[in-house]
């Protein structure tokens, strides 16, 4: 007797399946109002995709004033934790604007041309014939606060005593200061510090030479012991013109 041929296998799916069900479309939202609204969200999906490609991550808005005001406490503190003889005063200390650049693609058409109504704020004093001793003194307690309240150490000098701090609370913030810096010059015994806070978009009507809150000047009495005693800061004004 002849033994019983084994039955074939069934073979991929694909190749049993008729070429109808291969070629099957997906199925679609019967009502034409629903494949509206679907091609309309693609559509917006794909605009704003494109939109953020070409202009980038906006800018956060800024407030001049409160970002002048913690500037100035930045500028005050280190001021009295450098303890000058005689509390001289200062040069420059006035509140400068920087500039800021194009983000995304569009910033290819912009290499190096700062945005009109996007701006970082700096404030810088300093002091020159200031002795070595004292110097590194100031720049000791300056360091000693700043570590305490949780600022991180990201550079420290090279060729002359000085640091800077960056604000890990002010990264995402740009009403906070971001980073201080300290230095002392050896050659011309000038002690100078400055305070950043980031780049945010100006309120309407901002006029940086006519702004109350532009300059500053110490105190004349210490507002805070050298130990790193929070400065009251000024009441804000409005950044913009009446």
């Known amino acids: 007797m002849n033994a019983p041929r084994p039955r074939p296998q069934p073979g991929p799916w694909y190749r049993t399946a008729s070429r109808r069900r291969l070629l099957r479309r997906p199925r679609l939202p019967e ?7 679907c091609a309309a969200l693609l559509a917006a999906a794909t605009v704003a995709a494109l939109g953020w490609l070409w202009y980038g991550t ?16 930045q500028a005050q503190r280190a001021y009295d934790e450098a303890a ?8 420059l200390g006035r ?30 004093w300093q002091v020159t014939a200031v002795p070595e ?7 000791q307690r300056m360091r000693a606060r700043l570590e305490r309240e949780g600022w991180t150490l990201v550079d420290t000098g090279v060729d002359r005593p000085g640091f800077r701090f960056r604000n890990p ?11 201080v810096d300290a230095r002392w010059y050896r050659e011309t015994g000038t002690y100078t510090v400055s305070a950043y806070a980031g780049c945010g978009k100006l309120p309407d009507g901002f006029d940086e030479y006519t702004w109350p809150e532009r ?11 050298v130990t790193g005693a929070s400065v009251t800061p000024p009441a804000a004004r409005s950044a913009t013109r009446r």
């Open 31 to 37: 009502s034409r109002g629903a494949r509206a609204l």
């Open 58 to 73: 906006p800018y956060p808005q800024s407030d001049p004033d409160r970002i002048a005001v913690r500037l100035k406490d």
């Open 84 to 91: 000058l003889p005689g509390r001289p005063e200062v040069e």
């Open 95 to 124: 509140v400068e604007t920087g500039a800021c650049y194009y983000r995304g693609l569009r910033g290819l058409g912009h290499i190096d041309e700062g945005l009109p109504d996007v701006r970082s704020f700096d404030l810088e």
């Open 133 to 139: 001793d004292v110097a590194r003194s100031g720049l």
């Open 169 to 179: 609370a002010g990264e995402d913030d740009v009403q906070q200061v971001e980073h």
């Open 215 to 225: 300059d500053w000047a110490p105190a004349a009495v210490p507002g805070a012991s």
